[in-house]
């Protein structure tokens, strides 16, 4: 089954952290960027098999009007065969929601919301130079739940300026007793030409010791909160992964629509130039292949040990990898507390976890 991703490129302000591709919002813009979406789903009308999945990232999809996602979603189901019981996800900030809309933006038929909460501590969300505080954003969450939202994630960051391992613990506690089903904690990574590469924030971070703990500390934290680790950065209450982030981690095909948004569709991998104008203007999407035809069991091992349950020796072997030298080579770690090893295949311990970008090189290269 294929999962259908939507890139909304807006936002009302640009965090001074963010490397992903966003404009500043305008409603005559995102008027055309609908179109252009819709304009682009036609030529790939009966082609994707039956959609499991929708995903609106961003960005900030919840800029746009409830009836404005509505009507994606109205393409997505004149073109595709989307299942009545898809997982249909939106993200959205917390100061761009309220009640009314919430409720509208549920009726349209999401059924998932994943709000980019990052911290409970004030400091910390002005130091990332995000628009809403706590207050707004446990208010969000709580009007989600009113709207009828049953399954909700909360974004939270790890390693910000002058966080600190009791702020973060502080944070995780607050988040994880309101109504949610899944968190998502991701490092923070200084990505070239932001805001944040510069050294005034290099100098307030934690150091990276003080991160490791605080990453293993949440892990312990939130398995005690109910919350389980299923993938390096992501915690689900039981039955609540996340079906669409599982199928980037599985291998399973995704199709993208928006600017840079990025499909692994058709067995290639393809991206969308990062461009609004050129976007509403064309006729349909232009797509730049990354990649005609990956190396599936090399793949394989680069996603599958970022999920809890690893890499199976069976499923590397039927997708032409040498799983006794795969083997051979991730012996070299046991007794290590980095991995586990068996017969069955290899899976990544929370401390490996730390550490899976050398690891994987180790059993690849
Ligand atoms: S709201 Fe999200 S996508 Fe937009 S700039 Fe901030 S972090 Fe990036």
Not at 232 to 238: M, T
Not at 278 to 307: N, W
């Amino acid at each position: 089954m294929t999962g259908i991703y939507i890139h909304v490129p807006f936002c009302r302000r640009k965090c001074p952290y963010c490397g992903f591709y966003s404009e500043k919002f305008d409603p005559d813009l995102a008027g055309a960027y609908v179109c252009a979406v819709q304009r682009s789903m036609r030529k790939y009308s009966g082609r994707a098999g039956v959609v499991d999945t929708v995903y609106f990232g961003g960005g900030t999809p919840s800029l746009l009007e409830a009836e404005q996602i509505g009507d994606i979603l109205k393409s997505v189901k004149r073109n595709f065969a989307l299942l009545p019981d898809a997982e249909i996800t939106l993200e959205a900030n917390p100061c761009t929601v309220d009640q009314d809309k919430l409720s509208a933006i549920r009726e349209q038929g999401v059924n998932r919301i994943s709000f980019g909460i990052q911290s409970a501590c004030d400091s910390e969300l002005s130091a990332l130079g995000r628009l809403h505080d706590w207050e707004q954003g446990e208010a969000a969450v709580m009007q989600s739940y009113r709207a009828g939202f049953r399954n909700i994630s909360c974004d939270l960051m790890i390693g910000t300026p002058r966080q600190t391992f009791s702020s973060l613990m502080d944070s995780a506690k607050r988040i994880s007793r309101l109504p949610i089903t899944h968190i998502s904690a991701y490092m923070l990574k200084i990505e070239e030409g932001t805001e944040f590469d510069c050294g005034w924030v290099r100098d307030n971070l934690p150091e990276e010791d003080q991160v490791c703990d605080m990453y293993e500390g949440l892990i312990e934290l939130l398995g005690g909160m109910g919350f389980e680790q299923y993938e390096i950065s992501n915690f689900s209450k039981p039955g609540c992964r996340s079906r669409h982030n599982l199928k980037y981690w599985q291998g399973s095909e995704y199709l993208g629509f928006g600017p840079s948004a990025h499909s692994y569709f058709g067995g290639r991998r393809f991206f969308v130039p990062a461009d609004i104008y050129d976007y509403i203007t064309s006729d349909s999407q232009e797509e730049i292949t990354e990649d005609e035809s990956p190396d599936k069991a090399e793949e394989y091992v680069m996603l599958s040990l970022r999920l809890k349950e690893g890499i199976s020796f069976i499923r590397y072997l039927e997708l032409g990898g040498d799983a006794s030298q795969l083997f051979s080579r991730a012996e070299v770690f046991s007794g290590s507390g980095l991995l586990e090893l068996d017969g069955n295949g290899i899976r990544l311990t929370p401390k490996g976890f730390l550490v899976s970008n050398s690891i994987i090189a180790e059993l690849l290269y």
